[in-house]
């Protein structure tokens, strides 16, 4: 086939249009280069459904990240994400919401699972908002009256709350246990640690041993404590954190939530029974995601 009958396809043109088309520079008209390095000519871009895209700020502000990475830039969700989301197989193995960040996130130099989990947290939220609008409903109970009601909530009213203390050299923060003394050095988690802590999760609901209680919060500290009493040997650590009081334990995850960049998920109620006027955490379930699941 010539040059002449591939510019012909779908409609004619004069003999003049045709000559101007095939002398048309074409190795100079590149606009994009393949994951190889190939360049692709502009002409064979398919430009008709161009996905928009937002940019979401870090609540972590890049402190924790090498390239000091403020804010990220994400894809609007499209109808083929609702395959993710409604993936029963990723639901299922609970990797739904990583999924999803992997695909919606453009940035090649900053990747989901190297994100904060307060990071991660702000994306999903912007997320939700340019796929299936700001209003969130949730179901709350007053703490007046104790009746349950249903109201919305609008995600771009809760800000973003920001580093408190800056990290050292390694990303890290140091603080001193009220009742035992013992100085503790930790890190903040990030969505690898998520999703090996999920993974772990699984693994312990499947095996049957005849303790009933949960060693996640003992897996959750292993990731974040660094050092303890001056030892990095993290069966050491284990050993701590096992016989570690709970008021040191409680105090522990609450200067850690505290300082924490994330989103602050406070925000202001009003009964519809008695019209008490109270703040709350704002829960997060399935009507995130999923506004149509009957729950």
Same mark, same amino acid.
């Given at each position: 086939m010539s040059e002449n009958q591939i510019i012909n396809l779908g409609g004619s043109k004069s003999s003049k249009e045709t000559e101007e088309a095939v002398n048309m520079p074409q190795a100079s008209t590149v606009s994009h280069k393949t994951d190889e390095g190939q360049e692709i000519p502009s002409q064979f871009i398919d430009n008709e459904f161009i996905i928009p895209t937002d940019d979401v700020s870090l609540p972590s502000e890049g402190k924790f990240y090498e390239n000091g990475k403020k804010s990220v830039k994400i894809k609007y969700?499209?109808?083929e994400d609702e395959n993710i989301l409604t993936s029963a197989e990723l639901i299922k193995n609970g990797k739904v919401l990583d999924v999803l960040l992997e695909k919606a996130i453009v940035d090649k130099d900053l990747r989901p699972e190297e994100m904060l989990t307060g990071d991660r947290n702000a994306v999903l939220? &912007?997320?939700r908002s340019t796929g299936y609008g700001d209003e969130y409903e949730v179901k709350m109970?007053?703490?007046?009256?104790?009746?349950?009601?249903t109201t919305n909530v609008a995600l771009s009213s809760l800000k973003h709350k920001s580093l408190l203390l800056s990290p050292d050299q390694n990303g890290e923060f140091s603080i001193e246990l009220p009742k035992t003394k013992w100085p503790v050095t930790f890190r903040l988690l990030n969505g690898k640690d998520e999703n090996y802590l999920t993974k772990k999760s699984e693994q312990l609901k499947k095996i049957k041993t005849k303790s009933q209680y949960s060693s996640m919060l003992t897996e959750r500290y292993l990731l974040q404590i660094m050092e303890l =009493?001056?030892?990095?040997?993290?069966?050491?650590? @284990?050993? &701590?954190? &096992?016989?570690m009081p709970i008021s040191d334990s409680l105090f522990l995850r609450e200067y850690?939530?505290?300082?924490?960049?994330?989103? =602050?998920?406070?925000?202001?109620?009003?009964?519809? @029974?008695c019209g008490a006027i109270y703040n709350d955490i704002v829960p997060i379930g399935v009507k995130l995601f999923w506004p149509n699941a009957k729950i």
């Open positions: 969700l499209t109808a939220l &912007a997320l109970t007053c703490p007046e009256c104790g009746e349950e009601y =009493n001056g030892n990095r040997d993290k069966l050491y650590i @284990s050993k &701590a954190v &096992a016989n850690i939530k505290e300082i924490e960049p994330g989103v =602050n998920m406070e925000h202001e109620f009003e009964c519809k @029974s």
